[in-house]
Each structure stands twice: as structure tokens, then as C-alpha cells.
């Protein structure tokens, strides 16, 4: 297996003997990079679905979305994604499965179509332990104990600002979850937990709250803190969720960019 890493602080391309990846051989080193590295790019896999979860279960155990499905099809088509609309949410800073107690573990998707050129569609990882370690330590140190309250309402406000009472109903059919902004993690590294889900900090006025987030996401999707990955044919994309926070860069809603998606289950509660 060798690595190479596109930037000091994210990011590193990973070529692997195909079988070697599959077996689960490098399973462990592969989840220490995750942690080290935040995204890791696999050139010209071209995995199939079944090779895909072959592999997402060798570093952990799959997620059901909606109870059944091992992997979902992530498209703005709603003709192939049946949560198209939800899915228009990729496109700002998030953490998957942050409304739940413990978000997933890993995210991965394989390119089965590519955005047209200069169609956008880029997938970027933002290093949240990397953006938290940067820190200065006054602020550390003030950041400890806030809790932000997280929620479905939130992340689909930014999609759709003025929904109706229907559509709020639905939304608060799906857990809200109050986490730490800073959380520290069994394995010893800090990340901030922020993102599109935010709904408001608790014990703050809506001012003061909705400043220290815009300020904290801005300061943690800095340059340097952020992989960008451009899709080529093949391509397969490791990320680890809990340390991160992804997006898909602005893209046509009409585009024909198509993407397998598995997301591993949580193994860590926000503590
Ligand atoms: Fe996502």
C-alpha cells in the first residue's frame, strides 16, 4: 500500500493492490490513516456494490438508511435518488447522521457517473481535529462545555428557507440531538462538531450563538484544512465522518453525477 499525502494537514491518495483491499489486510492501517489523514482517495477501483460492501466491512459495520438500504444512490435526479431534495442539503458543510447519538463512522463513495466538465461537483472534507488542534488555547479553552442543539429543520432550512407546516411536521419526526461543540474522542483527538445541522447554541442569545458558529465554520473550512477531491473514472472516496465535515461543491440539479454511498454505523457517542 502506498500513500501519498496532497497537503501537510488533509488529505492522501492511497494506491492498493485491489485483492489486498478487498481481503481486509490493511484494514487496520487503512482506519488509523482515516484518523490521521481525515479523506483518502482510491484511484481506478471501479468497485462494484457488492465489492464495496465487501470492503466497508472489513473497517466497520454498515448502516441501513431508511432500515434497508446498504448503499443509496446520491443524485439530485429524483428519478434515481428517492431523497433528492433532502440529498440538495450535500452541498453546505455537514457531518453525516449528526442528529443521531452517534454519528456514522465513515462515509465512502464510488463514482458511478462523473459531472460534466466544468459542471462543478467536486467532493471537499474540511479536518475538523486539524481546524480544532489550530486553535488558539484561550479559545479552547472557552469552547469547552458549549452544547449546540442539532437538527433535520436546520440543515433543510438552508435548502428550504420557507417550508411548510407539513414539511416542519416531517422534520421533526427525525431526532434533534444536543452535542458538545468540542468533542474528544476515545482515541485521544479533539474535533469540532459543527455543520449544517446546527440549530442554535444553548444558553446564548440567536446573536451571539449564530456568530461563534459562522465564526468557528469559517475558521475550520480554511484552505489548509481542506481536501478537495476532483472525480475521475474509478474513483473510490474514504472519509471519516466524526472528524470531518464534508460537502459537494455547487453542481446543475439536472447534472447526470452519480454516486454509491455507504456510510459505516456510529461506534462512538458524542461525549
Ligand atoms: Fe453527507
Known sequence: MQVRDTKPLVGS???????????GKYAQEIQELLVQRSALAFPGLFLTDEEQLRFARTIGQV???????ELQNISMDPTVNRSADYTRGAFFWHIDGANDHAPAKATMLSVRTLPAPGEGGDTLVANTYAAYRALPDDEK???EGIKVRHSLEASQRLVRPQPTVAEMERYRTYPSQTHPLVWHHR???TSLLLGATCFYVEGMSIEEGNMLLCRLL???????FVYRHQWQA???LLF????????????????KRLMRRTTLEGEEPVS
Do not use: C
Not at 63 to 69: E, S
Open 218 to 224: 469559517e475558521w475550520a473550512t480554511q484552505e489548509q
Open 141 to 143: 479553552k472557552a469552547l
Open 187 to 189: 482515541h485521544g483527538e
Open 240 to 255: 471519516d465522518n466524526t472528524g470531518t465535515m464534508h460537502r459537494a461543491d455547487e453542481y446543475p440539479l439536472d447534472s
Open 63 to 69: 448502516h441501513l438508511v431508511g432500515g434497508d438500504l
Open 234 to 236: 474509478g474513483d473510490f
Open 13 to 23: 491518495v492511497v494506491e492498493i493492490d485491489r485483492d489486498d483491499f478487498l481481503s
